[in-house]
């Protein structure tokens, strides 16, 4: 999309969640701002950049709220256009009210993300900026949310205008050899790979930290996983402190996967609660979806919370489990320890532990989700073995989505052809088309070159009012 197919006709919305609050935002934009607030407001809004202290009238002269209101002129704005922000009283009623009053003076409601799309059209932001906006609304742990800011402050934006740079001047460098060969020295075939291999071992460095940028953005997958009745949900419910998933002493009371966010020492852990797994024989229809979803879990997760009872024999179901999950990062925690005689505690679970056929070290705990033993502690092993599976973790520099991480992985791998090419010494007006090629992808990134279809995309994950 370029600037000219756009409508930059006036547009407002509601900056501010729904629901009861002390105070509500309501943003107007375009160049008809100032004339719709000067129809409404009961002073004269006409100076940029002040605050005003006044009343929004309706159309019949009744007075509908006491509001302040900020003026920003254009450039000077988030949109980069005029823009009028409402600071009225909260409350889902009155905020709406008075965005009906503005609809009705001609502004238009404002798309998903329209606010900060105009911000990116008007070059107020480029499109990595654009989408932290989006990373900074969602993020849920202070850590992604601190990352997510030093993408706002340009850190991936500079980054890859450094290697879009760096790849500019090889390009000119190749095409003025090329069209000029008398004026300007041939570049060697070393000196083309020696500045390819610099800008490669930039982009590896960047998406080598894409999957912990994917852990922080979408969070941890923590399946309780066990037989049936072995206290999953109690745990589940535990953990969330929250009566979310229904617990009684029936085995096989959970049929589904339940699935709730968590933080744990601010890592965003997605828990879930599963049905527990036993001879499909024994489980009723809606059981045995339930015991086939469970199955799929182990797939899909990133670490597995194994629940043994302390209280029951270890069953064929239990160490026909624990062999599916064995080689999975996990942890068994044995559940019930309320129920057990400190005395025998460490035989039993030694004996246990033995059954568990494993090679490596397991890592365990005994718990009690009714006398809320351990349960600290098995947080802190949670954490820890996360740690342990994602070792760089507090290293990252660049945080990235999946669309820039797609967008990198095709830069490198026109790189990599023009690499190719070099040391199979092919012609350099050749290697030069596969290096344009990674100059396109990495401008897909900043939105330099974008198509329509994928801006949408991404303005649409923002809600209404951003
Ligand atoms: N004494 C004691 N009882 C517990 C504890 N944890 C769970 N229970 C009891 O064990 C029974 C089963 O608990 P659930 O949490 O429903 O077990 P589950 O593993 O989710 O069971 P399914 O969904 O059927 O697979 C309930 O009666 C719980 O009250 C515990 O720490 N101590
Ligand atoms: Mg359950």
Not at 63 to 72: G, Q
Not at 330 to 341: E, G, M, Q, R, Y
């Amino acid at each position: 999309m370029t600037i000219n197919d756009y409508d930059f006709d006036t547009i407002a919305a509601i900056a501010t969640p729904f629901g009861i609050g002390s105070i509500g935002v309501i943003r107007i934009s375009g160049k008809d701002a100032f004339n719709i607030i000067n129809k409404i407001a009961s002073i004269k809004i006409d100076t940029h950049n002040k605050i005003y202290h006044c009343w929004i009238v309706d159309e019949n002269k009744n007075y509908i709220d006491e509001v302040i209101i900020l003026t920003f002129k254009a450039p000077k704005s988030y949109t980069g256009e005029d823009v009028i922000e409402i600071n009225c009283h909260g409350g889902m009623a009155n905020v709406k009210n008075i965005l009906d009053i503005i609809f009705k003076q001609g502004a238009r409601c404002a798309k998903r993300g329209e606010f900060t799309k105009r911000a990116f059209l008007n070059k107020k932001l480029d499109l990595t900026q654009a989408e932290s906006i989006l990373d900074i609304i969602h993020s849920n742990t202070s850590k992604f949310a601190k990352k997510s800011v030093t993408n706002l402050r340009g850190k991936l934006f500079i980054e890859v205008k450094n290697i879009k740079n760096e790849i500019i001047n090889l390009l000119s460098r190749i095409t003025a050899s090329i069209d000029f060969p008398e004026d300007v020295e041939d570049l060697s075939y070393d000196e083309i790979e020696s500045i390819l291999n610099n800008i490669i071992i930039k982009i590896k460095k960047i998406l080598s930290q894409a999957n912990e940028s994917n852990i922080l953005r979408q969070g941890i997958k923590v399946a309780l996983l066990g037989a049936v009745n072995v206290g999953k949900s109690s745990l589940f419910n535990r953990l969330l402190n929250l009566q979310r998933a229904i617990v009684t002493n029936i085995p096989g009371t959970t049929r589904d996967i339940i699935q709730e966010s968590v933080i744990i020492n601010d890592l965003n852990i997605n828990l879930s609660d599963t049905a527990g797994l036993r001879d499909i024989n024994l489980a009723s229809e809606v059981e045995k979806i339930g015991i086939n979803l469970s199955n799929d879990e182990i797939k899909n997760s990133d670490l597995i919370l194994f629940v043994s009872d302390l209280t029951s024999e270890i069953l064929e179901d239990d160490l026909i489990l624990y062999q599916k999950i064995k080689n999975k990062p996990h942890i068994i925690v044995f559940s019930k320890l309320d129920l057990i005689d400190k005395k025998n505690l460490e035989s039993i679970i030694k004996k246990r532990l033995s059954k568990f056929e494993n090679k490596k070290e397991i890592n365990y705990i005994a718990i009690s989700t009714k006398n809320d033993i351990n349960i600290d502690e098995l947080k802190n092993i949670i954490f820890k073995t996360i740690m342990e599976s994602i070792n760089t973790f507090n290293e990252i520099e660049y945080v990235t989505n999946i669309r820039q991480q797609n967008c990198f992985y095709e830069a490198l791998k026109s790189l990599e052809l023009a690499l190719d090419g070099v040391k199979n010494q092919e012609l350099q007006d050749l290697i030069s088309i596969d290096i344009k090629g990674s100059l396109l992808k990495l401008e897909e990134i900043t939105g330099e070159s974008i198509n329509e279809e994928v801006l949408n995309n991404i303005f649409e994950k923002f809600c209404i009012g951003k």
